[in-house]
């Protein structure tokens, strides 16, 4: 499974973590080890999360974590 979710965040370039999830029909806190061991082999890497997404204030902000392929 962790070469799929490589190979789809290579594909996307930049994707949410929810995305993930509904994509791999998995629940985030199952994903999050993986990520993190892409995050360590400097396939990805996790950017900033926004304080809220717009004028907004009842978003879940884990659903914006997001990450990017870096390309190794």
Not at 38 to 46: E, H, N, S, Y
């Amino acid at each position: 499974m962790l070469t799929a979710i490589q190979a789809y965040i290579a594909n996307h370039g930049t994707v949410s973590i929810g995305d993930l999830a509904l994509h791999f029909r998995s629940d985030r806190t199952c994903l999050q080890p993986m990520l993190t061991k892409l995050v360590q082999k400097g396939r990805i890497r996790k950017l900033p999360a926004p304080s809220k997404c717009g004028d907004c204030t009842s978003c879940d902000l884990s659903h914006l974590e997001a990450y990017e392929w870096l390309g190794r």
